[in-house]
Every structure is written in C-alpha cells, then in structure tokens.
C-alpha cells in the first residue's frame, strides 16, 4: 500500500499559503488564525505520520514472518535432501542389480552387501522383496517431488521477499523524507507567527492551575510562563493576559511595555524587602511571588503620566488592574497585577 504522503504535503503547503502574508484567512485576527492552522497543521501532521508509521511497521511485521516461512522451508527442503541422500545408495544399487541380473533384483539391491546373501536368497520371499523394492521407488519418487515442490516455494519466497524488502526500504526513506519535510514546513509557519503569538503557542494555561499549588515565591520555573520581556516570566494565566495588554501597548506606544520586575522567588523578595522594610511586602506575602504581579516604566511608574492613564484606561480589558493599595499604601505606581483586586 503506498503512503497517502502527496495528500499530506498537500495539506500543509496549503496551510502555509493561507498563512504567508497577502493570504486571505477569514474571521478573527490573522495571527490568531495563524497559530490556529499551525495547531491544525501539526497535529494533522503528528495524526498522518502516525498513521503512516503502523503501515510501516505491518510490512515489517509480513516481512518478518514471510522469512520466517522461508527459513522453515529451507530447513524443510535441507531434511527431504538429507532424506533422499540415506536411500541413494540403496537405490543406484538396486538400479545396478536390475541391469546386472534382471531376475533376482531386490534381495542384492536392498539388503546385498556380501555376507548375509546365501541366507537372503534362502528365503526366496521374492513378493516380500519386489514390495520393498517398489516401496523404495516410490519414497524416492515421493522425496524428489517434495524436493521440487519445496525448492520452488523457497525460491518464490525469496524473490517475494526481496521485493518486500525493497518496498519497506522505500517506505521508510519516505516516512524519514515526510517527518523532515513536515518539521521544515511546520517550523516556517511557526517563524511567520508573531513573537507573541509564538510565546502565546508555548505557553500551556493549564499551568496556571498547577503552579497555585507552590507556596509564594516557589513556583518551579517550568510552571511559569516568558515575557516577551527578556527575563521576565509570570504564572501561565497572567503570561497570556500580559501578551495581549502589551501588544495593545505597543499599537499605542509603538514598542513593548518596560518590565522591570515580574515573577519574584522568596529570594528576591527578601532582597527588596532587605532593602526597604516597611514598604515591600514581606516575603511569601507578595503577588510577585505568585507569578501575577509586574513593575512598569516607561512611564507607567509616574501616576497621571500619559502611559500611567492609558493602562488605567485599557488594562482591565485584558484582566490587568492598578491595586487599590498602591495608590498610597505604599505609593506604588509602577506595581500591576493581574486578577480581582483585593487589598492585602
Ligand atoms: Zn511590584
């Protein structure tokens, strides 16, 4: 069976065609289709390859136990040749007594080898003597015929499973050229997404849920999400909601929002506690710590700043809000989070 393999590729290069820039992808932000399709398209590609695989692995299977069959026919046909080998002598002699003597034939073909040959005659049991003689005929008539049968089977195996054997060569070569070609493919979707989008893509929201069971500022690292703020990382649920303030930021701004704190570990929290007691929450109380709080600048950091009233403004769409203690207790403008609003 040949590997749907055309239809695949098909597949994807249409995918990647809509995505290139120009394509017409319908409904929704061009992006977020993009990262759509590219989902689509590398499961689609995982599901094909998948399929194509156990095909692969069937032939195997049939070409495994086709030689297996071919073994067991050798041996089969090495047994009837061995088989044949014990009555070859008492069969050239017979063939020999026969031309020798035509009337006494089987005694001195079947049992004459000197001595005993007197006695043999003796009997002049020449029924008995004829039958075993018939009877050796006949089991060599028997042996060449299943030595035939068993050579032409062994060879029709062998060409059968030469053929096999090239076609499951070619099957994986092209199961090895598809899964390069699908991975080229789906990297290339992947670069024509925006970073955001690409961040959005590596970021498991699932995460956010898991990462609450880690006490403030413990949070494995692999539970949090990257900014696209180098550095920058925050529980996977306040991670999406951060791509989408700051890329409405940028189309305002024109750059990315300034971070200059995100995710903090007990450990940096105790540093800026250290160094401002009294005015930094104390560790292991701090929302930095669980991931869904940042610290702005480029003039976020200055209340009534243009910036400062457009976060105001547009935050809370995207789940961000300005707490209501960091208007003076302490005075922290720079200091966002992500969440309700709950004094503590
Ligand atoms: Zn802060």
Not at 179 to 206: F, N, V, Y
Not at 324 to 333: I, K, L, Q
């Amino acid at each position: 069976m040949p590997i749907p393999r055309s239809g695949v590729l098909a597949a994807v290069v249409l995918m990647v065609v809509t995505l290139s820039p120009g394509g017409t992808a319908a409904g929704g932000t061009r992006d977020g289709d993009a990262a759509a399709q590219l989902r689509k398209a590398a499961n689609k590609a995982r599901t094909d390859l998948q399929a194509a695989t156990r095909q692969m692995e069937d032939r195997r299977r049939a070409l495994a136990g086709s030689q297996d069959k071919l073994r067991a026919t050798l041996k089969d046909l090495a047994a009837a040749d061995a088989q044949f080998d014990r009555i070859r002598g008492p069969l050239s002699r017979l063939a020999n007594a026969s031309y020798q003597q035509p009337g006494v034939v089987g005694s001195m073909a079947v049992f004459g080898s000197g001595g005993d040959m007197s006695a043999l005659r003796s009997t002049a049991d020449v029924d008995h003597l004829a039958d075993a003689q018939q009877s050796l005929i006949s089991q060599a008539d028997r042996l060449q015929k299943r030595k035939q049968e068993l050579a032409s089977a062994a060879q029709e195996l062998q060409s059968e499973n030469a053929v096999a054997q090239t076609r499951l060569k070619q099957q994986i070569d092209g199961l090895k050229q598809k899964s390069a070609q699908l991975t080229a493919q789906l990297e290339g979707m992947l670069r024509k997404l925006d970073p955001d989008k690409r961040l959005e893509l590596g970021c498991d929201k699932s995460l956010a849920s898991e990462s609450t069971k880690f006490p403030n500022g413990l949070i494995p690292d692999k539970f949090l999400c990257p900014l696209p703020q180098k550095g920058m990382k925050l529980r996977a649920d306040a991670a999406l909601a951060f791509y989408k303030v700051n890329a409405a930021y940028r189309r305002r701004f024109g750059h990315n929002m300034c971070v200059t704190s995100s995710y903090r570990s007990l450990a940096d929290q105790h540093r800026v506690y250290a160094e401002r007691p009294g005015f930094a929450a104390v560790p292991g109380t701090s929302n930095h710590g669980k991931g869904q709080a940042v610290d702005l600048c480029d003039g976020v950091e200055n209340q009534g700043s243009t910036q400062f009233n457009w976060m105001k403004a547009n935050s809370g769409k995207y789940g961000w809000f300005h707490p209501t203690w960091a208007y003076s207790n302490p005075f922290e403008p720079w200091h966002w989070e992500y969440g309700t609003d709950s004094e503590h």
